[in-house]
């Protein structure tokens, strides 16, 4: 019954080479999120989907590309990983775009680029 | 854009005391200051939220005050536990545009 589940939990990569990381949400969201979160902690948003449609992107490179292909699911593929890349990234959905939504967060995907 | 900015970012408090963090934005349009706790290891979860509509709200042990005039707003933990120990981020937005997060609490617990 988890609400918001992102695969892998652990991921432990070379420079230069490209991988996926995948997020599903089963509340019937209608906005999905990704977000950064450095070794300092700081949590930066990414991208946000809305009903499969791209609504926020962040000055992210163009290396990250978002994919939805239904509502429940945001994906997350990234090219030629930098080591500036390493750090914890964080699915999260909400109920709508705008407004005073609370985000519900998936258990994060600890990317570490060696 | 939206800045929020985040005090103090590491927190020690002896068990049963209170702790309070102090958030302050920038954009006077901001209606919606929720509080993330994330444990270590583990995803932020929301604990209270607060609308500029209201000035202050409160949960148990929890309460969050808004100052819209001043625009800071603050958490206050009383009677602080041990399982209270985590990082805190405040965070703001308005309308369509996006959460943004302050840099976060490092909140110690001492037993």
């Known amino acids: 019954d988890t609400a918001v589940s992102q695969t892998p939990k652990y991921l432990v990569t070379q420079m230069g080479n490209d991988k996926s990381i995948k997020c599903e949400q089963n509340l019937g969201h209608d906005t999905m999120y990704w977000y950064k979160q450095d070794s300092k902690k700081f949590l930066k948003i990414m991208f946000s989907y809305n009903n499969k449609e791209l609504i926020i992107n962040e000055t992210v490179p163009n290396r990250f590309s978002p994919k939805s292909p239904d509502k429940a699911h945001l994906n997350l593929h990234i090219n030629s990983l930098e080591l500036g890349d390493s750090a914890v990234y964080f699915c999260a959905s909400s109920q709508y775009h705008g407004g005073h939504n609370e985000q519900f967060f998936g258990p994060g995907t600890r990317l570490t680029v060696l | 854009g939206e800045n929020v900015e985040q005090h103090p970012s590491t927190l020690s408090v002896q068990e049963g005391d209170s702790a309070v963090i102090k958030c302050t934005y920038s954009?006077?349009?901001?209606?919606?200051f929720p509080w993330y706790k994330q444990e270590l290891g583990k995803r932020p979860q929301l604990i209270i939220d607060?609308?500029?509509?209201?000035g202050e709200k409160k949960d148990q042990r929890i309460a969050v005050t808004l100052n819209k005039t001043a625009k800071h707003f603050s958490l206050h933990i009383t009677e602080t536990q041990p399982e209270d120990s985590a990082v805190y981020f405040c965070a703001a937005k308005s309308g369509n545009t996006p959460l943004v997060f302050g840099k976060g609490t490092r909140l110690s617990v001492i037993a």
């Open positions: 607060i609308r500029s509509n209201v």
């Open positions: 954009d006077s349009a901001s209606n919606y």
